[in-house]
T-cell receptor, first 116, second 109 residues
Framework: GAVVSQHPSWVICKSGTSVKIECRSLDFQATTMFWYRQFPKQSLMLMATSNEGSKATYEQGVEKDKFLINHASLTLSTLTVTSAHPEDSSFYIC????????????FGPGTRLTVT | GQNIDQPTEMTATEGAIVQINCTYQTSGFNGLFWYQQHAGEAPTFLSYNVLDGLEEKGRFSSFLSRSKGYSYLLLKELQMKDSASYLCAARDSNYQLIWGAGTKLIIKP
């Protein structure tokens, strides 16, 4: 089956610093990758959709200058949380979609970010 | 607007059967997904329905009625490990997934 990895699995950083999270599709090429955020006991919230080689499409209310997304290749997308604050502490999950016609999104294991 | 509704929480007994309902309103429709998510983990795919009817996969079955904008996930022979959140998601005409808030299922011995 299709495998998506995320790195790091957890990270603790100080307020004001930036954190980069990587999402890789290991055995398939992902034309589209998605970034989600999930706060405790809440559902997934789509942050942005990225297609390889083009700018990401951000959901309403998500600051594109704060959450930088780069989808440089068909197997790698990165999310950089810039100038992180404690309220950015959350569970960040990426997913990858091989083609629009394929059935499902494949999720990475998630990255837990704690900003102190 | 687009919307997915599912119960916030359900409780069931080990060995029993539970049905988790989901209603959806989307701009166009390209399938209905069910995912399972254990606490602190990413969602894992359970089922996909695009045509009306019941899809059975082991202890789990999923049903879809497109005319009613309705789906359910049926879990049989419940096990303690089935305690998790179950997420319903509908794909709209732009192939974007619209997610429900999830149903937390609590299994009691």
């Amino acid at each position: 089956g299709a495998v998506v990895s995320q790195h790091p699995s957890w990270v603790i950083c100080k307020s004001g610093t930036s954190v980069k999270i990587e999402c890789r599709s290991l055995d398939f090429q992902a034309t589209t990758m998605f970034w989600y955020r999930q706060f405790p006991k809440q559902s997934l919230m789509l942050m942005a959709t990225s297609n390889e080689g083009s700018k990401a499409t951000y959901e309403q209310g998500v600051e594109k200058d704060k959450f930088l997304i780069n989808h440089a290749s068909l197997t790698l997308s990165t999310l950089t949380v810039t100038s992180a604050h404690p309220e950015d502490s959350s569970f960040y999950i990426c997913s990858a979609e091989p083609t629009r016609e394929l059935l499902e999104q494949y999720f990475g294991p998630g990255t837990r970010l704690t900003v102190t | 607007g687009q919307n997915i509704d599912q119960p916030t929480e359900m409780t069931a007994t080990e060995g029993a059967i539970v049905q988790i309902n989901c209603t959806y309103q989307t701009s166009g429709f390209n399938g209905l997904f069910w995912y399972q998510q254990h606490a602190g983990e990413a969602p894992t795919f359970l089922s996909y329905n695009v045509l009306d009817g019941l899809e059975e996969k082991g202890r789990f079955s999923s049903f879809l009625s497109r005319s009613k904008g309705y789906s359910y996930l049926l879990l049989k022979e419940l096990q303690m490990k089935d305690s998790a959140s179950y997420l319903c998601a509908a794909r709209d005409s732009n192939y974007q997934l619209i997610w429900g808030a999830g149903t937390k299922l609590i299994i009691k011995p």
